[in-house]
């Protein structure tokens, strides 16, 4: 005698009973569209986080930057604003200086002695 192995539903854990396919994984639509959903739910989360993170960064620099075309800050005023140095969209080495340029979105920094940050608005 074989054994037949009673496959459950991902969503809802309810036994498959009137599987349409051998391979199916979901009692009906309403489960897999809840299943699918949560998912992307889940990674619609968390890429905002990272996204709110980003922005915040970028109005930190622009406030700091205001009209000039460039400023020199303290790390700990940056810190003190809530500026998160794990986070960036992109770096670019500058062409002149060959310094990296570490940017949130439009507005970057880079790295000076003494703890200090030179803050500027994109090259372009």
């Not at 991902?10 to 489960?31: I, N, T, V």
């Not at 970028?58 to 003190?80: F, M, Q, S, T």
Request: proline letters at 2%.
């Amino acid at each position: 005698m074989e054994k037949t192995t009673v496959r459950l539903c991902l969503e809802c854990g309810k036994p498959l009973k009137k599987a349409k396919r051998s391979d199916s994984k979901f009692c009906d639509d309403e489960c897999r569209n809840d299943y699918f959903n949560k998912l992307k739910n889940a990674e619609s989360n968390e890429i905002g986080k990272i996204q709110n993170i980003l922005k915040s960064n970028r109005r930190i620099l622009k406030e700091l930057l205001g009209k000039n075309p460039e400023v020199i800050i303290d790390k700990a005023v940056l810190l003190k604003l809530g500026f998160n140095f794990n986070y960036h969209t992109h770096h670019v080495i500058s062409k002149t200086r060959s310094n990296e340029f570490i940017f949130s979105f439009n507005y970057g920094y880079h790295a000076m002695d003494n703890s200090q940050y030179k803050i500027v608005k994109s090259f372009k």
